[in-house]
């Protein structure tokens, strides 16, 4: 099985937008460090025959799923409704060209309703 960090950022990614010179509020992040340029949290798990389940479509899922490659997805599944894990879902319909069906989708009753 192999794990993908996707994203690890927080809720608006780092840096933010903003900062005294407009080129993003950086905090407490030393933006000399590559590693600090975070996109929010998103995962990619695919299993050993290669199925892949994504968890949760963060705002910047599109460019998240073009860094790693990933052309395709068997399954999505969201942690919670908020903007920040579910906007990209959009982003999906590019992988849905050329399948036979949905691509299947799974999260808590009340997160599903609001998504």
Do not use: Y
Not at 8 to 35: F, H, I, K, M, N
Not at 43 to 71: F, H, M, P, Y
Not at 85 to 105: K, V
């Amino acid at each position: 099985m192999k794990l993908v960090m996707l994203g690890s950022g927080t809720s608006t990614g780092v840096p933010r937008l903003g900062g005294p010179d407009g080129a993003g509020d950086w905090g407490d992040c030393d933006p000399d460090e590559p590693r600090n340029r975070r996109t929010r949290v998103s995962i990619l798990v695919e299993s050993n025959d290669g199925r892949r389940l994504l968890i949760d479509t963060s705002s910047d899922c599109r460019a998240q799923l073009l860094a790693n490659r990933i052309d395709s997805i068997d399954a999505v599944f969201w942690t919670h409704d908020h903007a920040d894990h579910c906007h990209g879902i959009d982003d999906l319909r590019a992988l849905r060209f050329g399948r036979a069906g949905p691509i299947p989708a799974f999260a808590e009753t009340e997160t599903v309703r609001r998504v």
